[in-house]
C-alpha cells in the first residue's frame, strides 16, 4: 500500500524565516494529497491540498509545490509566525481507498 | 458549525477492560474514519465506515470493532484492552463518495491502558 515520507521530522526557526516541508509518496496511483496542520493538544485542521494534474497551489503564506515525476511534494510557508508552531502532516490518497499520513513535521517559531 | 466531536477527551483503563469510544458529526457526512496517533508513526488508520453498517478494516484494525447504527455516529470498541493500545484516538469524517476530500477532525480522545 501507500507510503508517504516526511523529512524533517522536526525543525525550529526564527519567526519571519521561511521554512520548508518535504514529502515523498510511493504509489502512482495517488492522485490527491491534503496536508493538515496539529496545533498543541488541538484537532488536525485541513491547510492546503493539492491534485496530480496540478503543480502548484498558494493560498496566504502557503505554497504547495507537486512532482509528479519524483513523488514529492514540498510544502513553502513564507514569514513564519508564533502561531505556525505545530504537527504539519503531508496524506496521499489514490481516491478509491483513504488516505495515509505521513509521520508529521513537527515546526517550532521562536521569537 | 461544522463539528466532529468525541467523548471522552481522556480516559483511563486496565488492560482486559473494554473500552468505548464515541464520536459524532453534525454534517450529513457519509464517511467516517478511526485513526490513532503514536509518536514518530503518524496517524494509522483503524477503520472506515462509508455508511450505516457498511464498515471495513483498515491498515491496524486488530484489537478494534466499530459500530455504525447512526449516520452521525460511529463508535470504537476495545474488548479487553491491551497496554499497547495506549494512544490519541482520531474520529474523522468526510462528504462521501470519494477519499480525494477533505477529513474534519474530531479533538481526540486520550486513552491510557494500565
Known amino acids: 500500500g501507500e507510503q508517504v515520507e516526511q523529512l524533517p521530522s522536526s525543525l525550529i526557526v526564527q519567526e519571519g524565516a521561511s521554512v520548508l516541508i518535504n514529502c515523498s509518496y510511493t504509489?502512482?496511483?495517488?492522485?490527491?494529497f491534503p496536508w493538515y496542520k496539529q496545533e498543541p493538544g488541538k484537532r488536525l485542521q485541513f491547510i492546503i491540498d493539492?491534485?496530480?494534474?496540478?503543480e502548484r497551489k498558494q493560498t496566504q503564506r502557503l505554497t504547495l509545490l507537486f512532482d509528479k515525476k519524483t513523488k514529492h511534494l514540498s510544502l513553502h510557508i513564507t514569514a513564519t509566525q508564533p502561531g505556525d508552531s505545530a504537527i504539519y502532516f503531508c496524506?496521499?490518497?489514490?481516491?478509491?481507498?483513504?488516505?495515509?499520513f505521513g509521520t508529521g513535521t513537527k515546526l517550532q517559531v521562536v521569537p | 458549525d461544522m463539528k466532529v466531536t468525541q467523548m471522552p477527551r481522556y480516559l483511563i483503563k486496565r488492560m482486559g477492560e473494554n473500552v468505548l469510544l464515541e464520536c459524532g458529526q453534525d454534517?450529513?457526512?457519509?464517511?467516517m474514519y478511526w485513526y490513532r496517533q503514536d509518536p514518530g508513526l503518524g496517524l494509522q488508520l483503524i477503520y472506515i465506515?462509508?455508511?450505516?453498517?457498511?464498515?471495513s478494516e483498515g491498515d491496524i484494525p486488530k484489537g478494534y470493532r466499530v459500530s455504525r447504527k447512526k449516520r452521525e455516529h460511529f463508535s470504537l470498541i476495545l474488548d479487553s484492552a491491551k497496554t499497547n493500545q495506549t494512544s490519541v484516538y482520531f474520529c474523522?469524517?468526510?462528504?462521501?463518495?470519494?477519499?480525494?476530500?477533505?477529513?474534519?477532525f474530531g479533538s481526540g480522545t486520550r486513552l491510557t491502558v494500565l
Open positions: 496524506s496521499a490518497t489514490d481516491s478509491g481507498t483513504y488516505q495515509r
Open positions: 504509489d502512482s496511483a495517488s492522485v490527491y
Open positions: 493539492i491534485r496530480s494534474n496540478m
Open positions: 454534517m450529513s457526512h457519509e464517511t
Open positions: 465506515s462509508y455508511d450505516v453498517d457498511s464498515n
Open positions: 474523522a469524517s468526510s462528504l462521501g463518495g470519494t477519499s480525494a476530500e477533505t477529513l474534519y
